[in-house]
């Protein structure tokens, strides 16, 4: 199932009802918004955003063709240049980690369009998303192992090196084996009480044996 989300509630609300909720397991995440403003937009466009501006950039999902243009994000004007479409938005960079403490990168969709109102070209935009995403499959296997692409993220994120790197996956594998459900809970928790990421590499040692001393 996929979770709708946009910066109006009637919208949200409108577009959900015309989606299919029969799905147990919400697997990705759009994050719509009408009303982008930046730099080199233009008017009445979609835009699928493939990277957010930060002291280390993100990078929402890279996977699929979106039919529609790209552009970055960011929380305040950049001067990209060379008409780089950039839309500014305070804020995006924690409302995307905040989606990355629930699902890995290639599971968030973010979408912004320029046009001011909600108009039949934003709602056949808006299912068209929802469209083309409930024909893509959910492959990721069932186990008790931890994904390495959420590893990979997290190592990221606490600014580890690679003996340290490996150190955290041995902790997630065996914590995955015997506590898996408690393991990730307590991950998310540190995401949402702003503890990850981390500011540099003496921080994320810190909380890689902070990790390891609670999951062990």
């Avoid at 835009?47 to 990078?59: E, F, G, H, P, Q």
């Avoid at 039919?67 to 839309?87: L, N, Q, R, Y």
């Avoid at 931890?146 to 590893?151: G, T, Y």
Wanted: glycine content about 6%; aromatic content about 8%.
């Amino acid at each position: 199932m996929i979770e709708f989300v946009s910066n109006d509630p009637k919208l949200t609300e409108l577009i959900k009802g015309r989606m299919d909720t029969s799905g147990l397991l919400v697997h990705r995440i759009v994050d719509f918004s009408y009303g982008a403003t930046g730099e080199n937009l233009e008017a009445d466009t979609c835009y699928t955003v493939n990277r957010i501006a930060s002291d280390r950039d993100l990078y929402p999902d890279l996977l699929y063709d979106f039919p529609w243009k790209e552009a970055m994000s960011a929380e305040e004007t950049v001067g990209e240049g060379a008409g780089t479409p950039v839309i500014v938005e305070p804020g995006i960079v924690q409302r995307f980690r905040s989606y990355a403490s629930l699902y890995s990168y290639d599971r968030i969709h973010i979408f912004r369009h320029t046009s001011e109102q909600v108009s039949k070209e934003v709602l056949s935009v808006c299912e068209s998303i929802i469209s083309f995403l409930a024909q893509v499959p959910d492959e990721r296997p069932v186990s008790s192992s931890p994904d390495e692409a959420w590893i990979e993220r997290l190592s990221d994120d606490m600014m580890l090196t690679v003996t340290l790197r490996n150190r955290l996956k041995q902790i997630l594998l065996y914590a995955g084996l015997t506590q898996r459900e408690e393991a990730e809970r307590r991950i998310k928790e540190l995401y949402h009480k702003g503890s990850l990421p981390c500011g540099n590499k003496i921080e994320g040692r810190r909380m890689l044996d902070a990790i390891e001393q609670e999951l062990l």
